[in-house]
Structures are given as C-alpha cells and as structure tokens.
T-cell receptor, first 114, second 111 residues
Framework: KAGVTQTPRYLIKTRGQQVTLSCSPI?????VSWYQQTPGQGLQFLFE???????NKGNFPGRFSGRQFSNSRSEMNVSTLELGDSALYLC?????????????FGDGTRLSIL | DAKTTQPNSMESNEEEPVHLPCNHS???????IHWYRQLPSQGPEYVIH???SNVNNRMASLAIAEDRKSSTLILHRATLRDAAVYYC????????????FGTGTRLQVTL
C-alpha cells in the first residue's frame, strides 16, 4: 500500500515568490492535514481538509492557504514568501476526522527561501 | 489542548528495554494518549495510542497510570533504528485531526 506522497521533495525560492506544494494521501484516506517544522518552533499545525473543506486552521497568516480536491489530494500555497518560511512542510492523512485513527505522514517538502 | 511534559533526551544501549516517560497532569477524561516518533530525515510515524488501559502492538507497549496523569512508552528491545525523537500527544476524541506536538524526547541508542 503506497504511503503519503509529497512533491516536490526539495524546493528553492526567493523572497516575494509564491509556491505550491502537493500531497497525495493514502488511498481511501479522506482527511489531510499540513504541518510546518522548523528548528525554532518545532512541528506546528497549519490546517486540515476533509471533503474538500477546510475544517481547522492553525495560527498562521493568510499567506498560507490550501485546498483539497475530490480525490482527496491536497495542495498548499504560500504567497509572498519570507525568509522565515524556510521549513520542512509535512502532510498527513487519515481515514476520517477525529476518529482517533493514526495519522500517516509523508516525508515532507523542504522549502528554502533565499 | 492539554500539555505534555517529556525529558529532552534519553540514552539506551542496544537490545535493552527503553522506558520513555510522559507527564500529562491536566489530561481530561476524553483525551487519548498518542505516541509518534520521527526518525532522521523522515516525517513522524505513528507508534501507539490508548485511553485508559495498557496497549501493546508490534512496535511498542503503552503503560498508562491509573489516574491517567502520566504514561510510559516501552520499547522492549531497542535497536539502532529506534533512534528518533518521540512525541507524546494528547488528542481529544471526536474532534479535529489536529496533532499538537511538543518538543519530544530524543532517544539515542548505542552499541
């Protein structure tokens, strides 16, 4: 069974640009969550999508957005990139919402801002 | 979300048992205790979870105190591949899928 797939694995951008990251959940999983991991702040929740609707949002500025498609695949977008957006962005999927099923993480997209 | 407290780091010898503690004195009755670990250069990986009773799976055991204010993740025979950061997380049941990660415990395993 294929795991959570995130693309691309590595990305380099410059300040002011925008970026789109992609996440393909495990087949059959309908909930997708996104996290940001930095050395200073650790792992922080960005947002969660279920049935193409954002269900929960973390404490991040509006430059961070996302969406989910009918096949449960998800994308997140960051506009007007800042140096502080350099991080590992992780996607996790689970069968449903809040059902205490394990969340399965991808290996992330490492975004570097120059 | 209720807070968890874990030691910053622990060391173990290979093939010995490891007991990773977690304190969660403000846990509510509906909070599940979840453990994840993150190996170097990988995303977090689910290890185990429980509510009140001790739990076992192929990876580890979870021992939950009777008052639920603390728990211990037990790796029965540590291997070098178990070197990772271990996170103890409280998840309210019936709520969103959000996980609130703390700083975790970095486990070093030596020969």
């Amino acid at each position: 069974k294929a795991g959570v797939t995130q693309t691309p694995r590595y990305l380099i951008k410059t300040r002011g640009q925008q970026v789109t990251l992609s996440c393909s959940p495990i087949s059959g999983h309908r909930s997708v969550s996104w996290y940001q991991q930095t050395p200073g702040q650790g792992l922080q929740f960005l947002f969660e999508y279920f049935s193409e609707t954002q269900r929960n949002k973390g404490n991040f500025p509006g430059r961070f957005s996302g969406r989910q498609f009918s096949n449960s695949r998800s994308e997140m977008n960051v506009s007007t990139l800042e140096l502080g957006d350099s991080a590992l962005y992780l996607c996790a999927s689970s069968l449903g919402r809040g059902d205490n099923q394990p969340q399965h993480f991808g290996d992330g997209t490492r975004l570097s801002i120059l | 979300d209720a807070k968890t407290t874990q030691p910053n780091s622990m060391e173990s010898n290979e093939e010995e048992p490891v007991h990773l503690p977690c304190n969660h004195s403000t846990i509510s009755g509906t909070d599940y205790i979840h453990w994840y670990r993150q190996l170097p250069s990988q995303g977090p990986e689910y290890v185990i979870h429980g509510l009140t009773s001790n739990v076992n799976n192929r990876m580890a055991s979870l021992a939950i105190a009777e008052d639920r204010k603390s728990s211990t993740l037990i790796l029965h025979r540590a291997t070098l591949r178990d070197a990772a950061v271990y996170y103890c997380i409280l998840r309210p049941t019936g709520t969103a899928s959000k996980l609130t990660f703390g700083t975790g415990t970095r486990l070093q395993v030596t020969l």
